[in-house]
Structures are given as structure tokens and as C-alpha cells.
């Protein structure tokens, strides 16, 4: 309740958008409990950023009228959990807290959901019959697993309220008989939409494994951004008398990558790998005159489509 309170003044500009004025006064209400009230707090004018962990923390839905607002429930070094709230409003705006779920049971529902199978080193997860992911065990032997209680969720579960509806996201971990290790490093993040019923009951829908959006980088952008770094990383002073001797070209394209060209006065060449789908680049420098080749390491082609000042 505490870090509720704390955090619904974060987010008063979104209130406003739904409709509240100059304050916030109203109730709060979990399911199954008595409704107590909503302290008052002044609406900020503005906010920097509306974030407190890894994700958004709030989601007006104008079709609905519902904020969805994550907070805090754990977090730390390979620990994140979160409470999900759902807030309307009634009459005069009053705002009020229409349910929570607890993650705690989240996560015990998902485990009477997901079982898994291990064969060698290959574990396989499901949620009921269907598979959902196939991964390696790289973990040393521990004593076996924990045939008992061999899944658990407990320090990996928050939510993505930035879509149409919540999304559950958990990252689920196999017990060891020893120590008891969870075995996070290798699963795969797993998500499920989650809808709240006039009750209060939260309900986990059909899950997936979670997939990374993909970027589309264009051939422009590209060239923008590699040829933005190479005027923030070499000294073009050079190339003042002779703008021939250092210049950045396009180079060989195939299906997953761009390759671009930077020519050094000094001779030597950088080549440049960008990733269509996430704009990761490689870099790679080449002295042809000393058959020399070195990998330089990779950056992040986003950061540099603003040119640097």
C-alpha cells in the first residue's frame, strides 16, 4: 500500500488525461477487502520521466478508462518483481484502486500451469501439453533436480503495460536437489496477456515466449549512423587539403547485414557490420599492407543516428 501511495503521485499526468483535475482523492479498494481512502496529493506540473523499474509504470486506456500501473514489489541484482494495479474513476474523478494482484499469486498459478521434461541436457518447457521452449542445460551437476517442487518464478515476474492490455513477463528457474540453484541463465522469458473480471480475479490468458521486436535499419540509416561515428571517433583534420584521401562507402550487402567501408589516411580500413534487425554493428579493422585484421568490438548503430556534437 506504501509504495502505492508513493508512486500514483509519479504518475499524476497520466491521471489527468483520464480526467482528473487539481488533485487526487479516492478510494482504495482489493478484491475481496473494504475500500479505504486515497490520501490527497497535489498533481505535479510536470515529470521528467514516468519510470521507476525496467518498464513503463503506467497505461491510460482511453477505451476502457482503466490506468494500469505496475510498482515495485522486489528488485535487485537478477531480481525484479511487480504488483500490477488497475485504477478507474468514479464520480467527480475520484480515483481508486479497483484491484491489485499479487505476484505471489502469479506465480503460483503459472507453476500449477508449466511442467517440464529433461532428457540429457535438453529440458523442455510446457504450459499444459503445448511446448513452449527448448533449452540447454549448461549448469553443472547439482545433485539432480527437485522433483517436489522443480519450477519456480519467484524472484523473475513483471509487466509490460505499454500494449493494449497488461502482459504478464516471467523468466521461469529449475530447482537442484543441491543448494537449491535456480536455473535462470539459460530460460527463455516467457509472457501471457492477464485481464482482471468485475470480481477482482486475475486471469492468465495463452502463454508464449517472449520475442524481441524487431528493427528494420534501413540502408540510409545505416550509412548515417556509421558515417556519424567515424567523424566522432577519427581525426578528419587530414582530410581538409584532400577530402579523397579519407572517405566512408557502402559495401557489400547480404540478407541479415549492411557493410560500410571507412578508408584511414593513414591507409588502413574499418569495416563496419551493421545488423538489419537491431542495428548492432561489428567493427572490424583491416591494414591490408601488413595483413593484419582485428575485431574492434561493436556499438549500438541508435546512438549515433543524432549526429554527435
Not at 51 to 64: H, V
Request: hydrophobic share 40%.
Amino acid at each position: 500500500m506504501k509504495s502505492f501511495i508513493k508512486t500514483i503521485a509519479s504518475f499524476a499526468v497520466l491521471l489527468t488525461m483520464a480526467g482528473c483535475k487539481n488533485s487526487i482523492v479516492g478510494t482504495h479498494q482489493m478484491a475481496g477487502t473494504m475500500e479505504e481512502p486515497l490520501p490527497s496529493c497535489v498533481i505535479p506540473d510536470s515529470i521528467l520521466d514516468i519510470r521507476l523499474t525496467r518498464q513503463p509504470m503506467a497505461k491510460y486506456n482511453a477505451k476502457t478508462g482503466d490506468v494500469w500501473l505496475t510498482t515495485s514489489a522486489m528488485e535487485g541484482t537478477g531480481v525484479h518483481v511487480d504488483w500490477l494495479h488497475q485504477i478507474r474513476f468514479g464520480e467527480d474523478n475520484k480515483a481508486f484502486v479497483k484491484a491489485e494482484v499479487n505476484p505471489y499469486d502469479v506465480q503460483q498459478d503459472l507453476l500449477k500451469r508449466l511442467r517440464y521434461t529433461i532428457e540429457s541436457e535438453t529440458i523442455t518447457l510446457y504450459d499444459g501439453e503445448q511446448q513452449l521452449a527448448t533449452v540447454t542445460n549448461t549448469v553443472t551437476d547439482m545433485g539432480g533436480f527437485d522433483d517436489e517442487q522443480p519450477l519456480w518464478i519467484g524472484e523473475q515476474l513483471y509487466y509490460d503495460v505499454s500494449g493494449d492490455e497488461p502482459m504478464v513477463v516471467f523468466v521461469p528457474g529449475v530447482k537442484y536437489t543441491t543448494g537449491l540453484v535456480l536455473f535462470y541463465d539459460d530460460m527463455p522469458e516467457l509472457t501471457a496477456p492477464i485481464t482482471i473480471d468485475e470480481n477482482g480475479k486475475f486471469i492468465i490468458h495463452e502463454i508464449s515466449v517472449k520475442v524481441a521486436p524487431s528493427i528494420d535499419v534501413s540502408e540510409e540509416m545505416a550509412f548515417e549512423g556509421v558515417n556519424n561515428y567515424c567523424h566522432s571517433a577519427y581525426d578528419w583534420s587530414a582530410a581538409k587539403d584532400n577530402p579523397d584521401i579519407m572517405y566512408l562507402t557502402m559495401g557489400e550487402e547480404t540478407d541479415s547485414a549492411y557493410q560500410l567501408v571507412f578508408r584511414s589516411y593513414t591507409g588502413a580500413f574499418v569495416h563496419f557490420y551493421v545488423d538489419k534487425s537491431s542495428g548492432t554493428t561489428r567493427i572490424v579493422e583491416k591494414v591490408p599492407s601488413l595483413n593484419v585484421e582485428e575485431e574492434a568490438g561493436t556499438i549500438d548503430l541508435f546512438d549515433y543516428l543524432e549526429k554527435q556534437e
